[in-house]
């Protein structure tokens, strides 16, 4: 539950503006996230995810399904297509109301959102005063369906993947045989032309969403908004985000979706300031009712026992994968210093961390690293594992903690002698001494147990 500080409104931003650069280098080096198309000088807004950043990516995705379906018995997944029916948009409103006001430099072609600078002043990039005035620009991306341009049908990327719930709303409901309240998970792509896309991976024009659509009585609305809320706010802590840098924040009146009988945003304190991390709303029938009118199909719900029938409200939670990424990245990485010497980690929670365990010889002779080998396939049945023989053993550690592996394993020669290795924990930089046989059994109680430690520790 969040409390009344973490309901604040303020936009302070984290005082260490260094941070995104220093986490943009360590992703590049490390293998989570590359410019996309780098040998070609690479595309704006473009990233592609190395095999740290992949598993790190699938990991949170696979929590966040297992958190919105396996826990639950009415709430069901959908993979709907990226390409849909261009009179989707036209009933979901966006292409009417999906725009950002535009504005650009006449003199050295910068181009902004009208909403984020000062249109009589200097431009942000040049300094002149040659800002144009704001023209509508819609956010969608066009494409042609046929093998020739221009002569086929003009569709969208989708820009979001809730409308894929709301027109398969009555299959869904009607195979699944589920009765109202019940929801629909996705998690797929989006795309959206961005005015300006910035801050690493945090606003790009091709991303990954998790959402949830929750099909409720509207009498019940207001209830199932505030539960998701709440649940969403209490997830983030589960995978050891600091709860300090977490908060919700209300929409304005005049900052609602034009759908939206209520929305609360949960926003983390990134390094340029606090910003939405997740959205949870009350659209309302406005979607169902929508697709009615322009589809002309019934989408509405009969309640087979009162027989009352009625369009159901949906109580939306909305966040996007790709952003979960950055956060978990930014809240995990610090520095300090160990034995004298300052070293990087990234203090995510197992769950999470791309890899769970590495598993050293401590020199690569005398059958140590063909033991350690043994012990390294071992564990590989219950976590993801990464075998290391190279340079000191100091040194693999550090490059470990580095990419966030919450526990090494080093095998010795009293391991030849008595079958025990070397458990070492990450977040502590402790050591215990563990028999092999307990191994995977003393790896799991230390993920269940596992808790983040509070700054300066």
Same mark, same amino acid.
Request: net charge negative; with cysteine; glycine share 8%.
């Given at each position: 539950?969040?409390?009344?500080?973490?309901?604040?409104?303020?936009?302070?931003?984290?005082?260490?503006?260094?941070?995104m650069?220093?986490?943009?280098?360590?992703?590049k080096?490390?293998?989570?996230?590359f410019?996309?198309s780098e040998v070609?000088?690479?595309?704006?807004?473009a990233?592609d995810?190395?095999?740290?950043?992949?598993?790190l990516k699938?990991?949170?995705?696979?929590?966040?399904?297992?958190?919105?379906?396996?826990l639950?018995d009415?709430?069901?997944?959908?993979d709907a297509?990226?390409?849909?029916?261009?009179?989707v948009?036209?009933?979901?409103?966006?292409?009417?109301?999906?725009?950002?006001?535009?504005?650009?430099?006449?003199n050295?072609k910068?181009?902004f959102?009208?909403?984020?600078?000062?249109?009589?002043g200097p431009?942000p990039?040049c300094?002149?005063t040659?800002?144009?005035?704001p023209?509508?620009?819609?956010?969608?991306f066009?494409?042609h369906?046929?093998?020739?341009?221009g002569?086929g049908t003009?569709?969208y990327?989708?820009?979001?993947?809730?409308?894929?719930?709301y027109?398969?709303f009555?299959?869904?409901?009607?195979?699944?045989?589920?009765?109202?309240?019940?929801?629909i998970?996705q998690?797929?792509?989006?795309?959206?032309?961005?005015?300006?896309?910035?801050?690493?991976?945090?606003?790009?024009?091709?991303f990954?969403?998790m959402?949830l659509q929750?099909f409720?009585?509207?009498d019940?609305?207001d209830?199932?908004?505030?539960?998701?809320?709440e649940?969403?706010?209490d997830?983030?802590? @589960?995978?050891?985000?600091?709860?300090?840098?977490?908060?919700?924040?209300p929409?304005?009146?005049?900052e609602?979706?034009?759908?939206?009988?209520?929305?609360?945003?949960?926003?983390?304190?990134?390094?340029?300031?606090? @910003?939405?991390?997740?959205?949870?709303?009350?659209?309302?029938?406005y979607d169902?009712?929508q697709h009615?009118t322009?589809s002309?199909?019934?989408?509405?719900?009969?309640?087979?026992e009162?027989?009352?029938r009625y369009?159901?409200?949906?109580?939306?939670t909305?966040?996007?994968?790709?952003?979960?990424?950055l956060?978990?990245?930014?809240?995990g990485?610090a520095?300090?210093?160990?034995?004298?010497e300052?070293?990087?980690?990234?203090?995510?929670?197992?769950r999470?961390?791309?890899?769970?365990?590495g598993?050293?010889?401590?020199?690569k002779?005398?059958?140590?690293?063909e033991l350690a080998?043994?012990i390294?396939?071992?564990?590989?049945?219950s976590?993801?594992t990464f075998?290391d023989?190279g340079?000191?053993?100091?040194r693999?550690y550090?490059r470990?903690?580095?990419?966030g592996t919450?526990?090494?394993?080093t095998v010795d020669?009293?391991?030849?002698?008595d079958?025990?290795v070397?458990?070492?924990?990450?977040?502590s930089?402790e050591q215990e001494?563990v028999?092999?046989?307990e191994?995977?059994?003393k790896?799991?109680?230390?993920m269940?147990?596992?808790?983040?430690?509070e700054?300066?520790?």
């Open positions: 539950m969040p409390t009344e500080a973490q309901r604040v409104t303020d936009n302070r931003g984290a005082a260490d503006r260094g941070l650069e220093r986490l943009v280098s360590l992703c080096r490390r293998g989570f996230i410019p996309s070609y000088g690479g595309l704006a807004s990233w995810y190395g095999p740290l950043g992949v598993a699938n990991r949170l995705r696979d929590l966040w399904w297992r958190e919105m379906t396996q639950h009415n709430i069901v997944g959908l297509s990226i390409l849909m029916h261009p009179q948009w036209q009933a979901s409103g966006h292409v009417d109301h999906f725009t950002d006001p535009l504005v650009d430099c006449r050295c910068s181009r959102r009208a909403d984020q600078v000062d249109i009589a431009c990039t300094g002149k040659e800002l144009t005035d023209r509508q620009f819609n956010m969608m066009r494409t369906l046929g093998p020739v341009e002569g003009e569709i990327l989708r820009p979001e993947t809730a409308q894929g719930a027109v398969n009555k299959s869904v409901q009607q195979s699944s045989r589920l009765k109202v309240p019940f929801g998970a998690v797929g792509k989006a795309f959206r032309n961005e005015i300006t896309t910035k801050s690493f991976i945090f606003r790009t024009c091709e990954e969403q959402e929750y409720v009585h509207p019940d609305a209830r199932w908004f505030e539960h998701w809320r649940r969403r706010f997830y983030y802590q @589960q995978l050891g985000i600091r709860a300090a840098k977490l908060r919700l924040r929409h304005a009146d005049d609602r979706a034009h759908y939206a009988r209520a929305a609360e945003d949960i926003e983390y304190e990134f390094p340029f300031g606090w @910003q939405e991390l997740e959205g949870i709303h009350n659209r309302g029938d169902l009712t009615m322009v002309g199909k019934d989408l509405s719900y009969l309640n087979e009162t027989k009352e369009v159901p409200y949906v109580v939306e909305a966040v996007g994968l790709t952003r979960t990424v956060v978990a990245l930014l809240d990485y520095e300090d210093e160990v034995e004298g300052s070293r990087t980690v990234l203090r995510l929670h197992p999470v961390a791309p890899i769970t365990v598993v050293f010889p401590l020199v002779k005398d059958g140590l690293a080998r043994d390294e396939e071992e564990l590989r049945e976590f993801a075998y023989q340079g000191a053993i100091g693999r550090r470990q903690d580095e990419i919450p526990f090494c394993v020669y009293e391991s030849k002698d079958d025990t070397t458990i070492r924990y990450r977040d930089t001494r028999p092999r046989s191994l995977v059994a790896v799991r109680a230390a269940v147990e596992y808790a983040r430690p700054e300066g520790d």
